[in-house]
C-alpha cells in the first residue's frame, strides 16, 4: 500500500523516514547542542566503506566563531543568502586513497561513493533528532581547499552541508520562499534494470 507523508509518495513500501528527510533552507539559528551535533557524526561513522576504509572526513564550524567565516566564504553567493541562518556550516570530503601502515598509499575508486554513504547516514539520523541537513554543491572548489587546509592531491571535497532546526519559509528571502518545499523524485522503474542498462 503506498505510504504518503511530507506531500510525497513512495510506489514500494518503506520506513517513513525516507519521505520525511528533505533539504529545507529556512532554519531558527538556535544554537545546536554539542550532544547532538555529534550524534549525526556518530551515524556518519557507521556508514559501509569498501574494505572498511571510511575515507569521509568531516570539517565544521559553528555560526558566530572565527572558524564559521573561511568555510561561509567558500560558499557561493546564492547559498550564503540562506546558510546564514544555519546553526552549523560542514564540508565533507573524501580521501583519494587507501592508507595503511608501512605501505605507500594507492588510488580508492570507491572514495566518493562511501562518502556519500556517510553523508546520507548524517542527514538521516539528523531528520531523527527533528533537526535538517541540507547537502549543497553550490561553493568555490578553491576557497573550499584553502579554507579546510585540504590538499587537492590527497581528498576531494564533496559537498557543504547547512545542519539546523528548520522553520518557517518566511524567514527566507522572498526569492527562495516558493522553493521551499520538498521535493519529488524520478519512479523506481525509471532508474533500476534487471540485467542490462536501459532493459
Known amino acids: 500500500m503506498p505510504l504518503t507523508l511530507n506531500t ?68 557561493m553567493d546564492m547559498n550564503q543568502a540562506w546558510v546564514v541562518n544555519a546553526s552549523v556550516l560542514a564540508y565533507v570530503l573524501s580521501d583519494r586513497f587507501r592508507r595503511k601502515p608501512g605501505a605507500d598509499p594507492t588510488p580508492n575508486r570507491s572514495h566518493s561513493f562511501d562518502t556519500g554513504a556517510a553523508w546520507a547516514y548524517l542527514a538521516l539520523q539528523a531528520q531523527h533528532l527533528g533537526w535538517a541537513a541540507h547537502g549543497m554543491g553550490g561553493f568555490h572548489v578553491d576557497k573550499a ?43 523506481v522503474e525509471s532508474f533500476v534494470f534487471e540485467g542490462r542498462l536501459g532493459a
Open 145 to 187: 581547499y584553502e579554507a579546510l587546509g585540504a590538499p587537492e592531491s590527497d581528498y576531494r571535497v564533496e559537498a557543504a552541508i547547512a545542519i539546523g532546526r528548520p522553520t518557517e519559509a518566511s524567514v527566507l528571502p522572498e526569492a527562495y520562499r516558493a522553493r521551499e518545499v520538498p521535493s519529488g523524485r524520478e519512479p
Open 8 to 75: 510525497r509518495t513512495a510506489d514500494h513500501d518503506i520506513d517513513p523516514i525516507f519521505l520525511t528527510r528533505w533539504s529545507p533552507r529556512a532554519f531558527t539559528g538556535e544554537e545546536i547542542p554539542q550532544e547532538v551535533l555529534l550524534s549525526m557524526f556518530e551515524a556518519a561513522r557507521w556508514a559501509p566503506s569498501a574494505s572498511n576504509i571510511q575515507p569521509w572526513r568531516f570539517v565544521y564550524a559553528r555560526r558566530g566563531t572565527p572558524q564559521w567565516e573561511p568555510l561561509f566564504g567558500a560558499l
